[in-house]
């Protein structure tokens, strides 16, 4: 949560001059998103974000992500939605970075999940898998499981500065993953990131998803391996099955899931732990000189794969027959 | 420009239960002002600004800076103006933390100073002066002349670790400083910190003046001499006789300036350079580790204060007879 890059009057008043949205009147930077700089612009035509992309994102995968973006938004699914300016262009440039300009979106961030939150997540879900169908790019997910060896090779031995034995779990868990994982799911556009931080509420009604710079093409149901991890576990890390049970059913009553989707879900999810946990302990044992912004502790995703590698069956999320 | 403490929505559902502002639709942790936690919200009343005290504020101090804001705005100045809940109060709690709720302002901050900019500074410091004449509380400098040895010390011999010989340039600047201050000029609540970060333009137009936690009772000149060292050097430190000569003639079009103020203002302004050359030199020199917030660097003032020391009468600052 941080402001990578300052962006000055001047640089805004170049960019809105390709736009028909009239004068800025306030940019404030905001704390949103770990990956790249966030303003909150006020210009005559209302409040937008204005997003700088910084070096953690790929400026080839810009079109992926904005075009999805705007797919999705097309097809009724409430997210940020690229502004183009006069052009047509929906990719700018600010102060020497990628930068777009996406539509502002009210809701709140939830820390207190309740089953209500979990449903709301597994409906949007399902939407977001079912209007991502007919989207036109793709992005294979670097994030995957063969992107998971290099991030181990990365940690190395210095995974047990965390935990005594770290590495030796996740050597271990890795080659059961590969000896087990499922390869014929039903794979599209997945949103792979969608975390608390990434989803708005108003009160109780879900009212967007933000955030879509992980999206790529995978099984859709790994997707919902990633938020039953993300959403539907206490803060002691014991996971909560009436969680688990409303955003699994929200989603089959958008999306029906196949037989091979369900017996899946105990091994995507125990791959959807290790991938965090990995991503996590990589950031963590890097974090550089004169951050600004804080890791988060990989610890909590080694205790949640550790349930995971306890479960016995779909029906240990709360899956009903 | 970091959230120090973060705000969660069953914090600000507790809050805005007290106001008839509506509900909260967006909270967003902004990154502005460096000693407080900020949040730009949207509520159904429209956007307003939630800032929560952190500990560098003295909470004693609050009824003095938002009464102060709102004696300022009933009187034409526009400046954040504090809401009070139904009770008629403007000092909430919010996060176990000293919070208030003001009214969002537009504009932006510039980068590229022009004289327009410092006349606009200028006549907006006079109005200030003028409209708290009346405001019945007081609050004393503490980071006037008497309170500069203390940093001295603080600082100590590591200051020559910043440039060699500081130490000596120190103590020789606050030893002239304290035979020649003069003790005899009109008093008054002066802004104390009005820095380019807290004055908004729209265009040209100055739109607002934000952030009043270093207001307080001192010389009204004295003011002027910050504002002289904040917005009227050039980037290669020499000072700028155009811009030097719009603020003042613009602060006089508003509030006549005294012969003594005048002849006083050179030695204001060293007094102004050393004052912000020994704070950023302390917090230089004692950055928590995990520090959120870079320090700015003292050696800025330092060069000021070599031009304040080089000054020979008020006509160096573009002042005319």
Redesign the interface.
């Given at each position: 949560?941080?402001?990578y890059t300052e962006v000055?009057?001047?640089d805004?008043d170049r960019l809105l001059a390709g736009y028909d949205l009239g004068?800025?009147?306030?940019?404030?930077?905001?704390?949103?998103g770990v990956e790249n700089s966030n303003y909150?612009v006020?210009l005559d035509a209302g409040?937008f974000i204005l997003t700088l992309y910084e070096k953690r994102v790929n400026a080839d995968d810009l079109p992926f992500f904005l075009g999805l973006m705007r797919h999705l938004a097309a097809r009724g699914l409430t997210c940020p939605q690229p502004v183009a300016n006069r052009n047509g262009e929906i990719l700018a440039e600010v102060a020497g970075r990628p930068a777009a300009l996406v539509t502002?979106?009210?809701?709140?961030?939830?820390?207190?999940v309740t089953p209500v939150h979990c449903a709301g997540v597994g409906a949007a879900l399902a939407q977001l898998h079912i209007a991502g169908a007919d989207f036109a790019l793709r992005r294979p997910n670097a994030l995957a499981l063969p992107g998971w060896q290099p991030l181990v090779d990365q940690a190395g031995a210095r995974a047990d500065e965390v935990t005594p034995g770290l590495a030796g779990t996740i050597s271990a868990e890795l080659a059961f993953l590969t000896a087990h994982w499922p390869h014929d799911l039903p794979q599209g556009v997945i949103h792979a990131d969608l975390f608390t931080d990434n989803v708005?509420?108003?009160?109780e009604q879900l009212s967007g998803l933000i955030d879509f710079y992980f999206a790529c093409n995978d099984a859709l149901v790994y997707d919902l391996a990633i938020c039953l991890n993300a959403w539907c576990f206490e803060p002691d890390f014991s996971f909560n099955i009436t969680k688990g049970m409303a955003m699994i059913e929200a989603y089959r009553g958008v999306r029906a899931l196949s037989a091979a989707e369900i017996a899946a879900l105990p091994i995507l999810s125990r791959g959807a732990a290790l991938r965090f946990l990995l991503t996590r302990l990589v950031d963590w044992l890097n974090v550089p000189k004169?951050a600004?912004v804080?890791p988060k502790d990989p610890k909590e995703y080694l205790r949640k794969l550790r349930f995971q590698q306890s479960v016995t069956g779909p029906r240990d999320y709360g899956l009903r027959d």
């Amino acid at each position: 949560m941080a402001v990578y890059t300052e962006v000055s009057a001047e640089d805004l008043d170049r960019l809105l001059a390709g736009y028909d949205l009239g004068t800025v009147k306030s940019c404030k930077g905001i704390a949103e998103g770990v990956e790249n700089s966030n303003y909150l612009v006020h210009l005559d035509a209302g409040f937008f974000i204005l997003t700088l992309y910084e070096k953690r994102v790929n400026a080839d995968d810009l079109p992926f992500f904005l075009g999805l973006m705007r797919h999705l938004a097309a097809r009724g699914l409430t997210c940020p939605q690229p502004v183009a300016n006069r052009n047509g262009e929906i990719l700018a440039e600010v102060a020497g970075r990628p930068a777009a300009l996406v539509t502002f979106l009210d809701g709140l961030s939830v820390r207190r999940v309740t089953p209500v939150h979990c449903a709301g997540v597994g409906a949007a879900l399902a939407q977001l898998h079912i209007a991502g169908a007919d989207f036109a790019l793709r992005r294979p997910n670097a994030l995957a499981l063969p992107g998971w060896q290099p991030l181990v090779d990365q940690a190395g031995a210095r995974a047990d500065e965390v935990t005594p034995g770290l590495a030796g779990t996740i050597s271990a868990e890795l080659a059961f993953l590969t000896a087990h994982w499922p390869h014929d799911l039903p794979q599209g556009v997945i949103h792979a990131d969608l975390f608390t931080d990434n989803v708005f509420f108003l009160g109780e009604q879900l009212s967007g998803l933000i955030d879509f710079y992980f999206a790529c093409n995978d099984a859709l149901v790994y997707d919902l391996a990633i938020c039953l991890n993300a959403w539907c576990f206490e803060p002691d890390f014991s996971f909560n099955i009436t969680k688990g049970m409303a955003m699994i059913e929200a989603y089959r009553g958008v999306r029906a899931l196949s037989a091979a989707e369900i017996a899946a879900l105990p091994i995507l999810s125990r791959g959807a732990a290790l991938r965090f946990l990995l991503t996590r302990l990589v950031d963590w044992l890097n974090v550089p000189k004169g951050a600004l912004v804080r890791p988060k502790d990989p610890k909590e995703y080694l205790r949640k794969l550790r349930f995971q590698q306890s479960v016995t069956g779909p029906r240990d999320y709360g899956l009903r027959d």
